[in-house]
T-cell receptor, first 118, second 112 residues
Framework: KAGVTQTPRYLIKTRGQQVTLSCSPI?????VSWYQQTPGQGLQFLFE???????NKGNFPGRFSGRQFSNSRSEMNVSTLELGDSALYLC?????????????????FGPGTRLTVL | GNSVTQMEGPVTLSEEAFLTINCTYT??????LFWYVQYPGEGLQLLLK?????DKGSNKGFEATYRKETTSFHLEKGSVQVSDSAVYFC???????????FGSGTRLSIRP
């Protein structure tokens, strides 16, 4: 079974631009979470989507947004980029692998997208 | 609120040494507990988990026991290898509908 995939793996943008990152969860998983990882702040939760609805949200400004499609793929968008947005953005999926299976609380992470803002 | 505290790094050990990375938590209810590992340039990989008190998670020679009385989930390995060099994160999740909460991570370096 394929794991969580994220595209692109690396991205360089300039301040003021916007960026869209993509995440494809493990097949059958319906929950997708996003995290920002920086050396100073560690791993910070951005938001979680389940069945196309945002279920949880972290403490990030409105410049950070996301969405989930009917096939469970998710995108996150950052508008008006700032230097401090440079980070590794990780996506994780959780959920039933097949109908009737108990929902697992284990999150499986993708390799991340390394965003550099210049 | 819910939180995870793990020992500050970096931790440097010689190959075949015994490893302990301390992790304690604060949580409402009965969380599931996890250890994730991040190798250089990669995302996080689940190393082991425990879902209830006294459960022991184990994988690749690593072990951790869910201790409710001391709210701890310390990671141990009897004999570390150079390939174990990575950053280790302790984490908890209160329910499958809640976000996962990570500790700050502990960088482990193993000398040959």
């Amino acid at each position: 079974k394929a794991g969580v995939t994220q595209t692109p793996r690396y991205l360089i943008k300039t301040r003021g631009q916007q960026v869209t990152l993509s995440c494809s969860p493990i097949s059958g998983h319906r929950s997708v979470s996003w995290y920002q990882q920086t050396p100073g702040q560690g791993l910070q939760f951005l938001f979680e989507y389940f069945s196309e609805t945002q279920r949880n949200k972290g403490n990030f400004p409105g410049r950070f947004s996301g969405r989930q499609f009917s096939n469970s793929r998710s995108e996150m968008n950052v508008s008006t980029l700032e230097l401090g947005d440079s980070a590794l953005y990780l996506c994780a999926s959780t959920g039933m692998a097949s109908p009737g299976q108990r929902i697992t609380d284990t999150q499986y992470f993708g390799p991340g997208t390394r965003l550099t803002v210049l | 609120g819910n939180s995870v505290t793990q020992m500050e790094g970096p931790v440097t050990l010689s190959e075949e040494a015994f490893l302990t990375i301390n992790c304690t938590y604060t949580a409402t209810g009965y969380p599931s507990l996890f250890w994730y590992v991040q190798y250089p340039g990669e995302g996080l990989q689940l190393l082991l988990k425990a879902t209830k008190a006294d459960d022991k998670g184990s994988n690749k020679g690593f072990e951790a026991t869910y201790r409710k009385e001391t709210t701890s989930f310390h990671l141990e390995k009897g004999s570390v290898q150079v390939s174990d060099s990575a950053v280790y994160f302790c984490a908890l999740r209160v329910s499958s509908a809640s976000k996962i909460i990570f500790g700050s991570g502990t960088r482990l370096s193993i000398r040959p």
